[in-house]
Antibody, heavy 116, light 110 residues
Framework: EAQLVESGGGLVQPGGSLRLSCAASGFTFSFYTMNWVRQAPGKGLEWVSNIVSSSGAINYADSVKGRFTISRDNAKNSLYLQMNSLRVEDTAVYYC?????????WGQGTLVTVSS | QSVLTEPPSVSAAPGQKVTISCSGSSSNFGNHYVSWYQHLPGTAPKLLIYDNNKRPSGIPDRFSGSKSGTSATLGITGLQTGDEADYYC???????????FGTGTKVTVL
């Protein structure tokens, strides 16, 4: 059974950094495009970034471009999101999610709170 | 601000039908397939519809999707209390090179 487990969330001050991890199991991780999607309190879903399985191509939402870096380690079946220069508006539940054309499987999410 | 627009809320009595519209543009719906997601607060979102109108295994046929031009529609028949959730359309946007979610629609079962 497929499983995605996020970790690394927590409380950080504005301007700080945090690294999220996502451990995948139950499927061939290297075959899939992987995403980070977030939901701020009281807001809708917002796609953050993805990394394509085949080409390694990477895409970012404008709201995080230049501050966040997505990466993956296929040997460890893991996805990462390095978040720098964090802002209050980055406060959200961050979901690790599998898929390219459609996102067919999601983790339970990890909460990131940016506050002084 | 999302480039895909959905109504903020829809409601109906148990057993009835609701439809949720999603309006996009040629740079997203014009060239790409649409997916629909169900999200209950505090849980992982769930894929309901992919490739405009296909249902993943385990999704009942009460849920249906369609796309025409630059708009898409999700239909839910035989509404149940367990269907109360937020629903999002989504697709890739070629001009922005991003995956975009709709603004989201809250479904209420009266």
């Amino acid at each position: 059974e497929a499983q995605l487990v996020e970790s690394g969330g927590g409380l950080v001050q504005p301007g700080g950094s945090l690294r999220l991890s996502c451990a995948a199991s139950g499927f061939t991780f290297s075959f899939y495009t992987m995403n980070w999607v977030r939901q701020a309190p009281g807001k809708g879903l917002e796609w953050v970034s993805n990394i394509v399985s085949s080409s390694g191509a990477i895409n970012y939402a404008d709201s995080v471009k230049g501050r966040f870096t997505i990466s993956r380690d296929n040997a460890k079946n893991s996805l990462y999101l390095q978040m720098n220069s964090l802002r209050v508006e980055d406060t959200a539940v961050y979901y690790c999610a599998r898929g390219g054309r459609e996102v067919d499987f999601w983790g339970q999410g990890t909460l990131v709170t940016v506050s002084s | 601000q999302s480039v895909l627009t959905e109504p903020p809320s829809v409601s109906a009595a148990p057993g009835q039908k609701v439809t949720i519209s999603c309006s996009g543009s040629s740079s997203n719906f014009g060239n790409h397939y649409v997916s629909w997601y169900q999200h209950l607060p505090g849980t992982a979102p769930k894929l309901l519809i992919y490739d405009n109108n296909k249902r993943p295994s385990g999704i009942p046929d009460r849920f249906s999707g369609s796309k025409s031009g630059t708009s898409a529609t999700l239909g839910i028949t035989g509404l149940q209390t367990g269907d109360e959730a937020d629903y999002y359309c989504a697709t890739w946007d070629s001009s922005l090179s991003v995956y975009v979610f709709g603004t989201g629609t809250k479904v209420t079962v009266l």
